[in-house]
């Protein structure tokens, strides 16, 4: 586990920040305040020694997928209550009653003085989509890889691919989806549209495809 080198200091941060009502209620710890402090303790000049331990790793990747809520405010608690809070890519692949019901449901509970609510089940798969460190990984090491082969792929192959995938698109995490797009052909896409829409009608993906559609 990493040392701070100005303990007092985290500390001092730390009582301020669990006073206040950013990130969360007065006098409640929640991770976002816990992101706050790490944040804080750098900004006054406080260091670490040593490796970090694996808490202190996952809030750093907690730091860097750009939690917010679902209008993009990094501040979530507000007028006394709390809004939800994801990170961008989890906002994304929901559509937008989606997006108001795990909201609506964060908010409610909030009011009654509860700090931890289950999200809703689309958006607690797209929020384990958007931090599993696997996914993570595939996307930004083999995203580029993807969409060389993808852009290279001659005009027979490129169908034969679609035909194979076209159909569990729905299975797949957004950003997933959307590479897999241009390379369907107009029924593809149609039919593709047309699941998107009766299931899980994730916004994002949904306007890729018609902005595909809009080019045929």
């Known amino acids: 586990m990493a040392r701070y080198t100005k303990p007092e200091l985290r500390e001092q941060i730390k009582e ?3 006073a206040s009502d950013k990130g969360g209620r007065k006098g409640q710890w929640s991770a976002r305040k816990s992101q706050l ?3 804080e303790y750098k900004r006054r000049g406080g260091g670490f020694l040593g ?3 694996e808490r202190q790793k996952s809030l750093q990747r907690w730091g860097n997928e750009n939690w917010q809520t679902k209008e993009g405010d990094t501040r979530a608690r507000r007028g006394g209550t709390t809004s939800r809070y994801l990170p961008k890519r989890a906002w994304d692949e929901l559509s937008d009653s989606q997006k108001r019901a795990t909201d609506t449901k964060k908010r409610e509970a909030s009011r009654s003085g509860r700090q931890y ?3 809703t089940g689309p958006a607690k798969r797209a929020r384990k989509d958007a931090t599993s460190p696997a996914k993570q990984a595939r996307r930004d090491v083999t995203g580029p890889a993807k969409r060389a082969r993808r852009d290279s792929a001659g005009p027979a192959k490129q169908p034969r691919k679609a035909a194979r995938t076209g159909g569990r ?3 797949m995490p957004v950003a997933e989806a ?3 797009v241009r390379g369907l052909d107009t029924r593809q896409l149609r039919a593709a549209l ?3 829409r009766d299931g899980k009608g994730r916004k994002t993906l949904i ?3 018609e902005a595909e559609l809009g080019r045929r």
């Open 207 to 209: 306007q890729r495809l």
């Open 194 to 196: 047309r699941t998107e």
């Open 117 to 119: 609510v289950a999200n």
């Open 16 to 18: 301020e920040i669990k």
């Open 51 to 53: 490796e970090k331990d």
């Open 37 to 39: 402090l790490t944040q």
């Open 178 to 180: 959307a590479m897999l």
């Open 169 to 171: 698109m729905s299975e």
